[in-house]
């Protein structure tokens, strides 16, 4: 089974300034899929960014980019220019290549609490 | 489009009381799903579903019933609630084919509370 860790329950970031939240991940799939979600105060869970593991380079939306290292299990995402409406929880994901079934489901980390301050 | 709604968005039950937690799409989606949001322990699968008439148990299965009659709706039931249940509930559609550029789209949740 697989497994997303995300080890740092907290992180606060200065507005403009860049920030890294941190995931691992376990598997033995060769291909496979990875997210990082931001859930706002209101609840919804909202798609930031996605990477695919065949796909070497690294994946890029606006101020959001990721960190991908394969070999390492590693999927960091660095939020660039922070502004005060990127506080929220952000949580990691990994999903199986595989249509139909469970290998449609997500698996999450614990999720970390990202602050913006003035 | 809707995209995926849930109802109700606040819930609070009575230990043993019964509920349906209501899930509908407007995406003609094939896959649905229902997770749980508990805090320090991020989201997890209840239940999902492939298609019309078809559901399967995720990793947390237990007190909770599923059905599927329509491509739209995706109902969850707990037929006696427990404080164990007291957690965030939010259900999810997905194209279905290959998964490879399939996005999963979040219903807004239903917080509910088991005393």
């Known amino acids: 089974a697989q497994t997303v860790t995300q080890s740092q329950p907290e992180m606060s970031v200065q507005e403009a300034e860049t920030v890294t939240l941190s995931c691992t991940y376990d598997?033995?799939?060769?291909?496979?899929?990875l997210f990082w979600y931001k859930q706002p105060p209101s609840r919804q869970m909202i798609l930031v960014i996605r990477q695919e593991a065949y796909k070497q380079q690294n994946a890029t939306e606006n101020r959001f980019s990721v960190n991908f290292q394969k070999a390492a299990k590693s999927f960091s995402l660095k939020i660039s220019d922070s502004q005060l409406g990127d506080a929220a929880m952000y949580f990691c994901?990994?999903?199986?290549?595989?249509?139909?079934?469970?290998?449609?489901?997500?698996?999450f980390g614990t999720g970390t609490q990202l602050k913006v301050e003035l | 489009n809707a995209g995926v709604t849930q109802t109700p968005k606040f819930q609070v039950l009575k230990t043993g009381q019964s509920m349906t937690l209501q899930c509908a799409q407007d995406?003609?989606?094939?896959?649905m799903s229902w997770y749980r949001q508990d805090p320090g322990m991020g989201l997890r699968l209840i239940h999902y579903?492939?298609?019309?008439?078809?559901?399967d148990q995720g990793e947390v299965p237990n007190g909770y019933n599923v059905s599927r009659s329509t491509t739209e709706d995706f109902p969850l039931r707990l037929l006696s609630a427990a404080p164990s249940q007291t957690s965030v509930y939010f259900c999810a559609s997905m194209a279905g084919g290959p998964p490879r550029d399939n996005e999963q789209f979040f219903g807004p949740g239903t917080r509910l509370t088991v005393l």
């Open positions: 995406m003609n989606h094939e896959y």
């Open positions: 994901a990994y999903r199986s290549p595989y249509s139909g079934g469970g290998g449609n489901k997500l698996t």
């Open positions: 598997t033995s799939e060769s291909d496979y899929y």
């Open positions: 579903s492939v298609g019309a008439g078809i559901t």
